[in-house]
């Protein structure tokens, strides 16, 4: 167990529907990323925050965006959601900004029908 | 759920014996190399880390070696289990404030009794 906490586990929704997806970063991490793994793209750098505020940002969609709350937990937002965004989506933490030690979660896994 | 479904170079390794992970990274500014393994509907493991000021570092049962010159990284498992078999992923990161990781393609491990 990472101490990296994501909810939901499983997702099934429509196309066009919208979802948020929630990490708990381990206890005193600072950091966390989000990384999307679909089955032809691998692992893909979405989005990091540091302590509240964006940090880095990948190749994250204009139609996704994330936030980073006062007690360190994230929520990744997808909206208007297409059949090719149905992927793992994993939250990652860290205590540091330059932390080379990022603990995954287990993912959610997103199917858009 | 299930690992990845990507065509992923597959290496066979018999149960006792040495394996040899290799992987190519791109960014001869990165400050760090990580391996991590993914077993099937789980999220990235972190294994061993390397600065890049360093050639080799090991852990148990794991040596991650790094040619700075070719830009290659790999990772040695010795004795390798049955429960070694996963998708191994190399990844590499910045220094500074803003440290996301870039993952290779991954490697699936089969180990066979």
């Known amino acids: 167990d990472s101490g990296v906490t994501q909810t939901p586990k499983h997702l099934i929704t429509a196309t066009g529907q919208r979802v948020t997806l929630r990490c708990s970063p381990r206890s005193g991490d600072l950091s966390v990323y989000w990384y999307q793994q679909s089955l032809d793209q691998g692992l893909q750098f979405l989005i990091q925050y540091y302590n509240g505020e964006e940090r880095a940002k990948g190749n994250i969609l204009e139609r996704f965006s994330a936030q980073q709350f006062p007690d360190l937990h994230s929520e990744l937002n997808l909206s208007s959601l297409e059949l090719g965004d149905s992927a793992l989506y994993f939250c990652a933490s860290s205590p540091r900004q330059g932390s080379s030690e990022a603990f995954f979660g287990q993912g959610t896994r997103l199917t858009v029908v | 759920g299930e690992s990845v479904g990507l065509h992923l170079p597959t290496l066979s390794v018999q149960e006792g014996d040495n394996s040899i992970i290799n992987c190519a990274y791109s960014?001869?500014?990165?400050?760090?190399f990580i391996w991590y393994k993914q077993e099937s509907g789980k999220g990235p493991q972190f294994i061993i880390d390397?600065?890049?000021?360093?050639d080799k570092r090991q852990g148990q049962r794991v040596t991650v070696l790094l040619n700075k010159t070719v830009k290659h990284l790999s990772l040695q498992i010795a004795a390798t289990q049955p429960g070694d078999s996963a998708v191994y992923f190399c990844a590499e990161g910045g220094a500074g404030t803003a440290s996301k990781l870039t993952f290779g393609t991954g490697t699936r491990l089969q180990v066979t009794l």
């Open positions: 390397i600065r890049s000021n360093m």
């Open positions: 960014n001869s500014a990165s400050d760090y």
